[in-house]
Nanobody, 115 residues
Framework: QVQLVESGGGLVQPGGSLSLSCVAS????????MGWYRQAPGKEREFVARATTSGIATYTESVEGRFTISRDHALNTVNLRMDSLKPGDTAVYYC?????????WGQGTQVTVSA
């Protein structure tokens, strides 16, 4: 049973920055194309960013230019650097394989952008 663990969320003011990290039990993330997703209360979960095993990145239009997804091969993590945060970015952020999600969702990490 693979367990996904997200961390790094918190409360930040508009225009601020946060860095999220994703790790899986077994240290296997580097073998998969991975992505970040987010879900706001009462909303459906949406795709945010994807990085292939070689590090090629794809973003949803609403975050392109502000968010950066990356892979750390040594630490076996998938990271999401979020800059110029907006209130609309407020959500629980999850990681999983992408574009198809094959692992059980983790608990996510809460990102709240508010003045």
């Amino acid at each position: 049973q693979v367990q996904l663990v997200e961390s790094g969320g918190g409360l930040v003011q508009p225009g601020g920055s946060l860095s999220l990290s994703c790790v899986a039990s077994g240290g296997i993330l580097r073998e998969y194309n991975m992505g970040w997703y987010r879900q706001a209360p009462g909303k459906e979960r949406e795709f945010v960013a994807r990085a292939t095993t070689s590090g090629i990145a794809t973003y949803t239009e609403s975050v392109e230019g502000r968010f950066t997804i990356s892979r750390d091969h040594a630490l076996n993590t998938v990271n999401l650097r979020m800059d110029s945060l907006k209130p609309g970015d407020t959500a629980v952020y999850y990681c999983n394989t992408a574009p198809a999600t094959i692992f059980t969702w983790g608990q996510g990490t809460q990102v709240t952008v508010s003045a």
